[in-house]
């Protein structure tokens, strides 16, 4: 019979098949008759069968080149081509069409209220 703490609360008398349904850790706190202290599952050799390997990262990396369509090809070669100054570039020339465009509206109503304006000693 064994005991586990689950950061809570102790809980058993636990048979190895209850162990088993609660999917215990290998950190998990066990303790059985005739141990001296609590220890971790893992320190118990009869517990070993009872945790679920972890595999470790899986970081694919296909060969250079591998399964890329044209688009992404030439995309990355773009990118690698311009680099940090062609995004300089690209975002000057916005900033610079922006303030254009909201300049010439500026001047387009500066020059149109001045045409409604009219001058009644002009027609006198």
Not at 44 to 63: H, K, M, Q, W
Not at 79 to 85: L, Q, V
Request: with cysteine.
């Amino acid at each position: 019979m064994y005991f586990i703490h689950d950061g809570n609360s102790q809980l058993g008398p636990l048979t190895f098949n209850q162990l088993k349904e609660r999917k215990i850790l290998k950190t998990t706190p066990v303790w059985k008759e005739g141990l001296p202290k609590w220890v971790a599952a893992s320190h118990l050799e009869e517990l070993n069968d009872l945790f679920i390997s972890t595999p470790p990262g899986f970081r694919y990396s296909p060969a250079a080149g591998a399964n890329k369509t044209v688009t992404e090809k030439i995309g990355f070669r773009l990118g690698r081509f311009f680099g940090m100054g062609g995004l300089i570039i690209v975002v000057c020339l916005l900033v610079v069409f922006i303030y254009d465009q909201w300049n010439s509206r500026a001047v387009y109503h500066a020059q149109y209220s001045a045409e409604l304006f009219v001058d009644p000693e002009h027609y006198m």
